[in-house]
Nanobody, 124 residues
Framework: QVQLVETGGGLVQAGGSLRLSCAAS????????AAWFRQAPGKEREFVAV????????SVADSVKGRFTISRDNAKNAVYLQMNILKPEDTAVYYC?????????????????WGQGTQVTVSS
């Protein structure tokens, strides 16, 4: 079992930065792929970024490419999302997710473990 807890959300002005953290429990987390998703009010949950167990392979959504970076520290059982040049349309609840493999579907249903989410609000 893997449990995930996100922190680091908040209110920021457009153009600013935030760093989200996802703390994981479970001895096997270091072998899992991890991802960030987000869900804005009235919209479906959407993929943001994913990385493999070592962090050597990553993929980010086109909407955040060049602005967001996903990384991990397996010694700390943690995954991070560095968000720069934030825009009002980045406003959403951000979720950390994990599964045992990298690659394949990037839909929410394809991930087995989820955190409770952290709110990010970007003001214009």
């Amino acid at each position: 079992q893997v449990q995930l807890v996100e922190t680091g959300g908040g209110l920021v002005q457009a153009g600013g930065s935030l760093r989200l953290s996802c703390a994981a429990s479970g001895r096997t987390f270091g072998t899992y792929a991890a991802a960030w998703f987000r869900q804005a009010p009235g919209k479906e949950r959407e993929f943001v970024a994913v990385l493999n167990w070592s962090g050597s392979s990553t993929s980010v959504a086109d909407s955040v490419k060049g602005r967001f970076t996903i990384s991990r520290d397996n010694a700390k059982n943690a995954v991070y999302l560095q968000m720069n040049i934030l825009k009002p349309e980045d406003t959403a609840v951000y979720y950390c997710a994990a599964r045992s493999y990298y690659g394949g579907s990037l839909t929410p249903m394809a991930f087995d473990y989820w955190g409770q989410g952290t709110q990010v609000t970007v003001s214009s």
